[in-house]
C-alpha cells in the first residue's frame, strides 16, 4: 500500500461523518430501524445488497472464577493474547439476555446495555475498530470474485495516532492485512473501496460496528463465511 496526496472520493465523500457534508439525521428511523439509519447515514444507496459487521466482543476465559470482578478504570490489565472474540449473539447468551440486532445497536450507541456491568474477564467491542478476522474474510471474498482489484483506503485523522490529517493509501486489496503493520495508524480504515466501485466499506470511528454495501454475490459470500459475524440486512 502506498499513502498518496489526493481529496477523498467525490461519490463517498458525503458519508465519511467527519470531512462529508452534514447529513439530515431521521432521528425517529434511528429509534425505530437503527440498522437502516446507519446504513442510509454510512452507505450510498445504489448498491444491491447491505451487510453490518459486528466487531466481536472479547472474553478472559483463563482468569479464575474467583477473580472475576466488575470492571473498574483501576482493573489490572490482562495480555490479549488472553482473550478470544465472542459474537454480539453468543455474548448476549452468556449473560441469559434475548439478542436482537436492532436493540444490540441502539444500546452500543447510547452504552446502555441490558446486560449486567462490565466485568474484568471482558472486553466489549471496539469502536472504529473492525474485526482482523472480517478484514481477512474481505480481501479473500473479494480477490475470488473480482480478482486483486486496485483499492483505497481512508482514515479520518481520528484513526491515525498523530491526529494531524486525513490520510489516504492507495494499491492491491492483497495488501490490506499490512496495514495493522504500520504504527501510525490507531483504527481500521473508515472508507475501504476499490477503483471500480461496486463495493465498499464504512467504519465509523464512533460506531462499535462497521457497514458494507455490494454485488449480491459479494455480501452474501461474506455472510456466510462469518456467521452472526457480519449480518445481512433485508431492505
Avoid at 169 to 197: H, V
Avoid at 203 to 210: K, V
Amino acid at each position: 500500500m502506498e499513502l498518496i496526496e489526493k481529496d477523498i472520493e467525490d461519490w463517498i465523500k458525503p458519508y465519511a461523518t467527519i470531512v462529508g457534508e452534514q447529513k439530515e439525521y431521521d432521528l425517529k428511523l434511528r429509534e425505530k430501524n437503527p440498522c437502516e439509519f446507519f446504513l442510509q447515514l454510512t452507505l450510498p444507496s445504489n448498491f444491491q445488497e447491505y451487510a453490518i459487521a459486528l466487531h466481536s466482543f472479547w472474553i478472559n476465559n483463563k482468569i479464575p472464577k474467583d477473580k472475576i470482578l466488575v470492571r473498574e478504570l483501576s482493573d489490572e490489565e490482562f495480555p490479549e493474547d488472553d482473550f478470544s472474540r465472542v459474537t454480539w449473539k453468543d455474548f448476549h447468551k452468556l449473560k441469559n439476555r434475548e439478542f436482537d440486532l436492532n436493540k444490540a445497536i441502539t444500546e452500543s450507541i447510547k452504552h446502555t446495555r441490558s446486560y449486567d456491568k462490565q466485568m474484568n474477564n471482558e472486553l466489549y467491542p471496539g469502536e472504529g475498530l473492525m474485526d482482523k478476522e472480517h478484514l481477512i474474510s474481505l480481501v479473500e471474498v473479494v480477490n475470488e470474485i473480482y480478482g486483486n482489484q486496485d483499492i483505497e483506503l481512508f482514515y479520518t485523522f481520528l484513526a491515525t495516532k498523530n491526529w494531524e490529517k486525513d490520510l489516504i493509501y492507495s494499491g492491491k486489496i492483497s495488501g490490506l492485512p499490512k496495514l495493522f503493520e504500520i504504527e501510525n495508524l490507531r483504527l481500521t480504515p473508515s472508507l475501504i473501496y476499490p477503483k471500480q466501485r461496486n463495493w465498499v466499506v464504512n467504519t465509523d470511528y464512533d460506531l462499535a460496528f462497521t457497514t458494507i454495501a455490494g454485488e449480491t454475490k459479494f455480501i452474501s459470500e461474506l455472510a456466510e463465511r462469518n456467521c452472526d459475524g457480519i449480518v445481512k440486512i433485508e431492505r
